[in-house]
């Protein structure tokens, strides 16, 4: 069961329930040539103009491309969902490329042929950018299909689609939740309970890199969360709050499309979690700042391990990996190590973010002590 708490005062207020969900999806997964969850029974663009994109993606690893070069419309539709009649949905998304593109809905309606009044055609840039139209449902169905509809693409990149969302309601109202409440689940290896909602939370910033950021509240089991976000850039120790979608991204939850960031304070105390070696592999420390202490290295081959390494406390293993900061180790030594914990490539990792985090244990009989 989910826990409800309050958020601290600091979050902004004023938000609305949360919109309920029905598909959320930045294209990662797909079943030959094909994205899962899209290519319903009114898709009319055939196979062979719906590609994956790979390189310059909005979020992950892919991103879908429609291409119709004609006046007339082709229609990308999901696969069947429940809608309900006198019900408006919101379709939003990202795009970019060269054409036009616009949302439909097919709910069975006696008119029309079964389907929605198309919204206006958007007119999409070289640029990601997110787009969202609204549709009103006439006829209760468990098989409405939510349609992209294209049209005049050119390429190379015709359109291109990323992170679609397709939700209740006309608005966009957030859900309040704590990093606890987008975090815990009771499956090991879970997806978030609040995948694909927009979220408002906040934390403490633990580490940066490129891209993103890590925040956390207390230093307890399923308190910290990564934020892919490329246009804030917080320090470590700035406590922020902010309006986000979560995402499963090759089973690591983050929150990414960042709509409202809020620096609170800055210089606050960084808190981190003192675990074990064996701990440090339980996704309930993900995208946490902990520690582990008098830990053997036991495997110091960072040049065939893309620069990881491993060390031991006696309880089990956990990769030291190089994505902030790269360290050589010395095999068979005792090290403190500091640093958030990621998940990739099938690995649980401890990610230190400046030497500071790298020590040689003051005494190898130091277990789990206060950090």
């Known amino acids: 069961m989910k826990h409800i ?3 601290a005062a600091t979050l902004l207020i004023g938000l609305s329930a ?11 997964n797909w079943t030959g040539n094909l994205p899962d969850g899209w290519v319903g029974s009114k898709t009319s663009l055939e196979t062979d103009s719906i590609e994956q994109v790979t390189a310059g993606v ?6 879908v491309r429609l291409i119709n070069e004609e006046t007339g419309h082709k229609r990308f539709s999901s696969q069947g969902l429940q809608v309900d009649s006198g019900e408006t949905y919101t379709v939003q998304f990202y795009a970019r490329g060269t054409g036009s593109i616009r949302t439909g809905l097919f709910d069975g309606r006696s008119a029309s042929s079964g389907f929605s009044t198309y919204n206006p055609y958007i007119t999409v840039t070289n640029t990601w950018t997110m787009y969202a139209q609204q549709l009103v449902c006439t006829h209760d169905s468990s098989g409405g299909e939510f349609i992209l509809s294209v049209q005049l693409t050119e390429a190379p ?6 992170s679609v969302r397709i939700y209740v309601g006309a608005g966009n109202p957030a859900t309040e939740a ?6 815990y689940t009771t499956n090991p290896g879970g997806d978030s309970p609040l995948l694909g909602e927009q979220v408002s939370t906040g934390g403490i910033v633990t580490a940066t890199h490129g891209s993103g950021y890590w925040i956390q509240n207390g230093n307890g089991a399923w308190s910290g969360v990564y934020v892919f976000d490329n246009n804030n850039s917080p320090a470590v120790g700035d406590s922020i709050t902010l309006t986000a979608i979560v995402e499963e991204y090759f089973n690591n939850t983050e929150l990414s499309s960042v709509t409202v960031f809020s620096n609170v304070s800055s210089g606050n105390p960084v808190l981190v979690a003192g675990i074990s070696t064996a701990d440090a592999n339980l996704e309930d420390w993900e995208g946490q700042l902990v520690q582990v202490t008098s830990a ?9 391990n893309n620069g990881q390494w ?5 309880s089990g293993f956990i990769w030291i990996d190089d994505l902030i900061y790269a360290f ?4 068979n030594t005792f090290y403190d190590v500091t640093g958030v914990t990621t998940y990739a490539f099938s690995q649980r990792k401890i990610e230190p973010r400046d030497m500071n985090d790298i020590s040689i244990s003051s005494s190898v009989a130091e277990r789990f002590g206060d950090v």
């Open 5 to 7: 708490t309050l958020l």
């Open 18 to 28: 949360g919109a309920q969900t029905l598909e959320a999806t930045s294209f990662e």
């Open 58 to 63: 909005q979020f992950g690893t892919s991103a």
């Open 157 to 162: 990149d015709h359109v291109e689609v990323d």
């Open 178 to 183: 704590t990093i606890y409440e987008i975090q």
């Open 296 to 304: 053997t290295c036991v495997n110091d081959d960072v040049i065939n």
């Open 310 to 314: 491993q060390v031991d406390d006696g």
């Open 328 to 331: 050589v180790p010395t095999l």
